[in-house]
Structures are given as structure tokens and as C-alpha cells.
């Protein structure tokens, strides 16, 4: 009988040995599908459910994922060895036509947000069950790098399912499984048992949106929460302070900036004496650089949690020019070339950000208006959830955004492709170009340093394409993040520089 009471209580500690941890989001993700968005919030998800073939580190060096190994045989042709053994998690095994099905779908399928990275790759050659090889069009000296976002997924389950099922039901390689989503209230995910690599700590993951600051604080503070991501700068110290608590900062790779419509050539959401786009004149941009105060919003909105952008990615990003500075706040500068432009009373602007994507997005762009109200500038802010803010700016109707982007991969081509090249559907190019800006120079340079590998020579390249492109304020920085996070006491992670939260990482002491 006595046995029978050990065997019992064995059973019954195991049972509640079952370790959960609960993460508070600053943003929820938009979907399980790997390729529809290409955000932040949703790739750290995304991460967490599919591998790559490569994988960066904490230090974002390229390290392994599901190929073992490869060899760069010249500048076009790249042979990966994939990992043996590795299941998806409905039990399908996963091989060398995986590959070749999410390289063809990144690449082509039309709601694809990630096909500029994947364009190079001209053919997928399966060489055996276990060996793929890259065919390139062009020498490409990023795709490396940027196969961390191929999020692998399964040709046999994905082939044929329905768009819904592939972005609220994912099924991947990673150390997590989807369970459950119940939008705008939580997400399930547990451990996958079978993953290749080191075993999750915890067995189930329950992520929880918590995109109102006051709510994400009292999670945590109440113990409803474990990790809280976004840490809101108004109760920062406080938290840092609390011992029930680990505060955790890194400097992050996110630039926080405004775009204007350079390509109208009549206002679209604002009113000007003529009717025209004031900002098809590089005066008008130049004046709201010089009329926002940057250091006033990282002073008094953010806590001191930030530091300037002098361009359009921080300085732990390949291409980062340091010769480059901030120019200081001049309003009165601001002024005179408003008045040069022929706008000495200013004009009227709708600033149209998001309420639930970023640190104080709301405040930052009130914090903008107001400042820009100084030099005769009249902006009303249209603050909206990211859900409807986004695809308003994607689809360019807006005038004057609110917006961030972070070199996710450690390198600056994923900005000049992105954001500044002219908008290229065909080629992948300029897929996020919202201001619509088109400089032929520019475009020339950023196609050229895409196709050197000589990592010296593109580098000062990227440095050419960044001063022109401040000459002509193709886009306003603002900003750096520095990315915060708050954990109770026992529970161990290191924060990364792109913000990516991978849980089999997390711990307890």
C-alpha cells in the first residue's frame, strides 16, 4: 500500500511539474503563416513555431539551423546539407522539398512580404533527400544572412490547406507547437518534445496581448504575467527598482521615423493655399526634420530610453555610416525654409500613426504635432490599431506616417531595398517605399552594393546611398529603440538586439 501511496505522489508531482510561462505582448501577431507579415511581433512568433536553415545567435552571427552545413561553390551557386531526422510537428518528416516549396512560396506568392530577400535564388536544385542547391541570378552577399527568415513549412501540409488554416493553425519544425489562438486574449503554444535541438525548459507558452501599457504593467505586477516585452517608460524605474523583478535593456536595432507622400502631386490628407503637395519640395521635409525635437520626445515622452537617429539604421547594423551626425533642433531654421518652399503660414497635415504597435506611438506623434504646430504647421493625429493602420499606409493613403523598421538581419540593405529603392513589384523592390520615393542614383547604388561581395567596397557604396538619400529626406529618422523587458524573479533570458524572443531560450533558476 505504501508503494502504491510513493508511486501516487510520484505520478502527482510530475503532473504539476508541468512548467507554464506567461508573456505579456506588447503587440499581437497577425498571423502563423511565416510570409504574410513582416513585422516584428510576428516573426518573433513565427521563429518560435518554424527553423530556418540558418539561425543568428544572440550575438546575430549566422550559427546552424535545419542545414548542417553549406558551402558557397562560387558568388551563384550555394550547397546546404540539410538535417536528418527532423519531423514537422504533425509527424510529416521534413526533407529537401520543403525547401524547394517555401523558396518557391516566399518568393511567388503574391501576398508575400518577404520576396526581395528570396529574389536572388533563381533555382532550387534538389541534389538528394538531404541536399538542396541555390542556383543565384546575381551574386547575392546577404542571402545567408537572410535565409534566417525562410521560416521552413511543409510542402504535404501546406500545399493544399486553406490560407486560414496556414495563419491560425501553423505547423513547423521549432521548439514550440501551436495549440490555440483566441485573438485578442491569448495564444497556446507547448513544447515540442521531438525538437532536433536543445529541449524547451517550459512545457507551455501562453502569450497574452497586453497592448494597453497600464495593463501590461499590472500583469506583471499582480503575477499574471511572468515576462512582460516593452516595458512602458512610465514605469521603468519603478519596475527596475522592484526586487520582485529583473529588469532587462539592450540597445536595439529598430529606427522609429516619419515618412511624408513624395509622389502626389496634390495633398492627399491635408490642405495647402494651392492645393499642392507641399512635400514634393525637399524644403518642406527638411523643415519638419528641423522641426521636431527629437531630443524633447526622447526627453520627456520616452524616459531617456532612446538615442537620436542621425540615419536610417543604428550604428550595430553593417553600413552605418559614422562620419554621419544629427543636426540639432532649429525651428526657426524650420521656418525660413517653410517660407523659402512658399509656405510662410504653414499648411494643414494629417499625421496617421498607430495606437498598439510601438513604445508611445500615440504620444510620439501627439509630441510630433505639437512640435510642428511651432513653425505654423497644423497636423491632426489619427492614432488607429496597427490592424487597420498598416495596410492604409502599405496601399499609400497617407500623407505623413508614423512608422519603424528594424535591420532585423544586421545589415542595411534590408532598409535600401525595402524603404528606399522606387517601388519595383516585379523585382521585390521598394515593397515598403509607403512615401513613394524614387531617386534613380539611389536605385543604381542599392542594386549594385545587392551584388558586391567584396564587404569593403559595398560598404562604402551603402555610405553613398545613405547621404543622398538625407539629402533628399526620402525619409525622417527620429529615433532608436532601445528594447526593455521586465521578468519576475527566477526567470532567466537574455533580451536580443532584434527584439526576438525565443522561449526555448527562457529558464528558470
Not at 505504501?2 to 506567461?22: D, Q
Not at 511565416?34 to 544572440?58: C, G, K, Q, R
Request: glycine residues 6%; charged residues 30%; proline residues 6%.
Amino acid at each position: 500500500m505504501r508503494k502504491l501511496y510513493v508511486l501516487l505522489a510520484l505520478f502527482f508531482a510530475g503532473t504539476v511539474a508541468a512548467k507554464t510561462l506567461v508573456v505579456g505582448l506588447s503587440s499581437e501577431p497577425r498571423s502563423g503563416d511565416p510570409f504574410a507579415f513582416n513585422e516584428t511581433p510576428t516573426n518573433s512568433f513565427n521563429y518560435n513555431i518554424y527553423d530556418a536553415l540558418v539561425m543568428l545567435d544572440a550575438n546575430l552571427k549566422v550559427k546552424p539551423g535545419l542545414a548542417t552545413s553549406w558551402e558557397v561553390k562560387d558568388a551563384r551557386t550555394i550547397v546546404f546539407h540539410l538535417r536528418k531526422g527532423v519531423k514537422f510537428h504533425d509527424g510529416t518528416p521534413f526533407d529537401a522539398e520543403d525547401v524547394k516549396y517555401t523558396v518557391e512560396r516566399a518568393k511567388n506568392w503574391e501576398k508575400s512580404q518577404f520576396k526581395v530577400y528570396f529574389k536572388p535564388i533563381k533555382e532550387v536544385i534538389i541534389k538528394d533527400k538531404y541536399t538542396v542547391i541555390l542556383k543565384l541570378s546575381r551574386p547575392a552577399p546577404v542571402l545567408i544572412r537572410d535565409l534566417r527568415r525562410l521560416r521552413i513549412m511543409s510542402k504535404e501540409s501546406t500545399e493544399n490547406a486553406k490560407p486560414e488554416d496556414i495563419a491560425f493553425h501553423p505547423i513547423g519544425t521549432g521548439p514550440y507547437k501551436f495549440k490555440e489562438w483566441v485573438k485578442g486574449d491569448h495564444i497556446t503554444l507547448v513544447a515540442n518534445k521531438d525538437y532536433w535541438g536543445p529541449k524547451p525548459y517550459f512545457d507551455k507558452v501562453i502569450l497574452k496581448p497586453l497592448t494597453n501599457d497600464a495593463a501590461r504593467t499590472a500583469a506583471l505586477l499582480s503575477g499574471a504575467v511572468d515576462v512582460i516585452e516593452d516595458v512602458p517608460l512610465t514605469d521603468a524605474e519603478r519596475i527596475a527598482k522592484d526586487k520582485r523583478f529583473t529588469f532587462l535593456k539592450t540597445d536595439g536595432l529598430r529606427l522609429i521615423f516619419v515618412g511624408v507622400d513624395v509622389a502626389r502631386d496634390k495633398i492627399y490628407k491635408g490642405k495647402t493655399p494651392d492645393g499642392k503637395n507641399p512635400f514634393k519640395d525637399v524644403r518642406v521635409r527638411k523643415a519638419f526634420y528641423y522641426g521636431i525635437d527629437v531630443e524633447g520626445i526622447i526627453k520627456y515622452i520616452n524616459r531617456g530610453y532612446n538615442s537620436p537617429a542621425s540615419q536610417y539604421f543604428p550604428s550595430t547594423v553593417f553600413g552605418y555610416d559614422p562620419t554621419i551626425k544629427r543636426e540639432p533642433y532649429n525651428p526657426e531654421k524650420a521656418k525660413q525654409l517653410l517660407k523659402e518652399a512658399g509656405y510662410p503660414n504653414g499648411f494643414e497635415v494629417t499625421l496617421d500613426a498607430p495606437n498598439d504597435r510601438y513604445i508611445n506611438d500615440e504620444k510620439v506623434a501627439a509630441a510630433i504635432a505639437a512640435d510642428l504646430a511651432k513653425i505654423g504647421i497644423k497636423v491632426k493625429v489619427n492614432a488607429i490599431p496597427k490592424a487597420v493602420f498598416f495596410p492604409m499606409v502599405n496601399s499609400n493613403k497617407t500623407s505623413f506616417f508614423l512608422l519603424g523598421w528594424s535591420c532585423s538581419s544586421a545589415d542595411g540593405a534590408a532598409f535600401f531595398d525595402n524603404i528606399l529603392h522606387t517601388r519595383d513589384k516585379e523585382r521585390g523592390y521598394g515593397r515598403f517605399n509607403d512615401a513613394g520615393y524614387s531617386n534613380p542614383e539611389v536605385d543604381k547604388l542599392i542594386e549594385e552594393q545587392d551584388t558586391l561581395m567584396d564587404q569593403a567596397k559595398r560598404e562604402k557604396i551603402m555610405h553613398r546611398i545613405t547621404k543622398l538619400a538625407l539629402k533628399d529626406m526620402a525619409y525622417i529618422p527620429l529615433y532608436y529603440y532601445v528594447n526593455l523587458f521586465a521578468a519576475k524573479k527566477g526567470i532567466v533570458f537574455t533580451p536580443r538586439a532584434d527584439h526576438v524572443m525565443y522561449y526555448r531560450d527562457f529558464r528558470e533558476e
